[in-house]
């Protein structure tokens, strides 16, 4: 976020502050707004170590950011008003020129900026100042040499947004932020598109192998029995005429199908009357 109450009024807090492991930050509950509310109505609006000791697990920044930020009643969190954006220019315009004993720029004190302003903060002043009013802040695309200069910050300093800004001209905390945050959502749907990718190509790859084993594979038939044969055999003699014979049993292991002369001499003399005719091909003999 922008900086603090604590980070207007002492800028040089701002090294100190990254340097420091953040507080774990939870959304405030209905409860501890009441807290709040009731501490501030004891110790009024700025004692904030005071009013932290009556809000457990809550920092007196905390309890600073969540009263200016969302529960104050006077102060307004609306559109900025071209009165107010006026007012605005010519504080900073006052102060931005200020140099200190060693020529080097001053800070801009946004709380006494704000003290212009009826029902703004320190904070919400900076923020108009930086994200809509200051003439130096770039607005347009971010440029690939920006991104790997903010991708550098962020592995030098983390989620600094203060030091990660100073690298990048132009650029605010914000601005860095948002940036940050549309590069992961990125890199984000990219692994999520690859990840899905290899998912239908391993299915469709799966279909293709059982559609291929399928049609590769004989369809499943069971063979028949002898008992089956014999019966099948018994039928079709029983649909034949007398005079048509079904075929000889097989040969047996004294019988040759090699013609020679021996089993040529005791062949008996072929009569058209003895038909051979086997189980799976009958043809119908017209009457002698």
């Not at 369809?219 to 029983?238: K, R, Y």
């Amino acid at each position: 976020m922008y900086e603090t109450e604590c980070q207007l009024n002492n800028p040089h807090s701002a090294n100190s502050l990254c340097a420091q492991k953040p507080p774990v930050y939870t959304k405030w509950t209905e409860e501890e707004d009441e807290l709040l509310r009731a501490a501030i109505l004891i110790y009024g609006p700025h004692k904030w170590s005071l009013i932290a000791a009556h809000v457990p697990n809550r920092t007196p920044m905390q309890c600073s950011t969540r009263w200016l930020g969302a529960l104050n009643p006077t102060i307004h969190k609306g559109r900025w008003t071209p009165e107010e954006d006026t007012a605005l220019k010519e504080s900073v315009s006052e102060y931005a020129d200020l140099l200190d004993s060693d020529g080097h720029p001053q800070p801009i004190p946004w709380n006494k900026i704000a003290s212009r302003i009826p029902h703004r903060t320190g904070i919400q002043c900076q923020a108009r100042w930086s994200e809509a009013l200051d003439p130096s802040v770039r607005k347009g695309k971010w440029s690939p040499e920006e991104d790997e200069v903010l991708k550098e910050g962020v592995r030098r300093y983390g989620r600094c947004w203060i030091r990660i800004a100073e690298l990048i001209e132009g650029r605010t905390q914000r601005q860095c932020r948002t940036r940050w945050v549309q590069i992961k959502n990125k890199q984000a749907k990219v692994e999520r598109d690859t990840l899905a990718a290899k998912a239908a190509a391993a299915a469709a790859n799966a279909t293709s192998t059982d559609e291929e084993s399928e049609m590769l594979t004989p369809p499943s038939t069971t063979p028949s029995t002898p008992a089956q044969t014999v019966s099948t055999v018994s039928l079709l003699q029983g649909l034949l005429p007398n005079h048509v014979t079904t075929a000889k049993s097989p040969l047996t292991e004294t019988e040759s199908c090699v013609t020679t002369p021996e089993n040529l001499s005791s062949s008996p003399p072929f009569n058209k009357n003895d038909m051979y005719v086997y189980p799976y091909h009958i043809r119908h003999l017209p009457p002698q």
